[in-house]
């Protein structure tokens, strides 16, 4: 299913375009994918990012306003997610609509800050704590 909404490379250099700093496309590769989406992975000269793009015939763009809204408040509440980058100009949003499918792009794990890793890693400990103490 991967073909019916493959990316090619000047498609991804026009989506990298609207967000600030990602930069140049060096290297793109399929990191997966199924029916509802696929995902790639980006080298740029802005660092290493995962490009989600959603087919649309499975996913309303509603749906995907509100899978960003929720992150949002996890992260507002200390919960160590990882966020969509922002669009340029689009006050606020996360997302693009370049025809019908939904694409988006966050940070490669990869990219992560230590620090953060740690506190995830605390955080998955504590809930599996407190999973235990109901027992």
Avoid: K
């Avoid at 408040?73 to 669009?87: E, F």
């Avoid at 890793?117 to 504590?126: K, S």
């Amino acid at each position: 299913m991967i073909a019916a909404h493959a990316l090619q490379p000047e498609e991804v250099a026009a989506i990298l375009a609207q967000y600030p700093g990602a930069g140049i496309v060096g290297r793109l590769e399929v990191a997966g994918g199924g029916t509802a989406s696929v995902s790639y992975v980006v080298d740029a000269t802005g660092g290493r990012y995962f490009l989600h793009r959603r087919n649309p015939r499975y996913t309303a763009e509603e749906a995907v306003a509100f899978d960003h809204r929720l992150m949002e408040h996890l992260a507002a509440h200390g919960v160590p997610v990882v966020l969509a980058c922002a669009v340029q100009g689009a006050a606020g949003r996360r997302w693009l609509r370049r025809g019908p499918p939904l694409d988006w792009l966050t940070a490669h794990p990869h990219a992560f800050d230590p620090a953060r890793a740690a506190r995830l890693t605390r955080a998955a400990g504590q809930l599996e704590y407190r999973r235990e103490e109901r027992r």
